[in-house]
């Protein structure tokens, strides 16, 4: 990270997410407020309002470092050059990510749950998630696309809708596993049984 007032800036931007995070893995999103996060953080309650005036952008700032969080995991086990992985294991590993499976992804996966609910009542929230979910969609299409090309899934598949099933599969069982309907290994093994149907 650069030097300045700007990667200051940043720098504090992501502490502060990183204790609402860590609040949420260790007490649920309930325990969140400014007093909390500033005193995990290591701040004054002023500093994390001059940061984030509302509770709502807590949430959203931890939301958007949980995805920064989760696409470094995804690096870390598929590579660098997610173009030049498996797109199998990059699939994979991409879905895995939306399946709860330590106390960083649940709260990474409770903080995205409440984002939606934030999404049904706020339209500006409801646009910002379509513009992601649309780019999630287009890159796991791509993903299957190009091992239709190699031969591994059959050409006749809509890559879109299966990409679009899949995250919805995986995001939906992972709401299941945060309110314990359903175990994490059980819900990983119906994500990659959905993937395996791909590849026959």
Do not use: W
């Amino acid at each position: 990270m650069g030097r300045g007032p700007g990667a200051h800036h940043a720098q504090r931007r992501a502490e502060i997410a990183d204790a609402v995070l860590a609040i949420v893995a260790d007490r649920g999103l309930a325990a969140v407020s400014l007093t909390e996060v500033a005193a995990q953080a290591g701040i004054s309650p002023g500093r994390v309002q001059h940061y984030f005036p509302a509770k709502r952008q807590l949430l959203e700032a931890a939301f958007e470092r949980g995805n920064e969080l989760s696409s470094a995991r995804i690096r870390a086990k598929t590579g660098t050059d997610l173009q030049a992985a498996e797109p199998r294991l990059v699939l994979t590993t991409v879905l895995g990510e939306l399946i709860p499976y330590d106390a960083d992804t649940e709260a990474h996966m409770r903080v995205r749950q409440s984002f939606h609910a934030f999404a049904f009542a706020e339209e500006a929230i409801a646009a910002r998630l379509r513009v992601l979910y649309a780019d999630l969609h287009c890159q796991m299409a791509d993903l299957i696309a190009r091992d239709q090309q190699a031969g591994r899934i059959p050409t006749t598949l809509d890559a879109h809708a299966a990409a679009l099933s899949l995250v919805a599969l995986a995001e939906g069982l992972a709401a299941y596993v945060l309110t314990g309907v359903t175990p994490a290994t059980t819900a990983r093994e119906q994500v990659l049984a959905a993937v395996a149907v791909l590849y026959r």
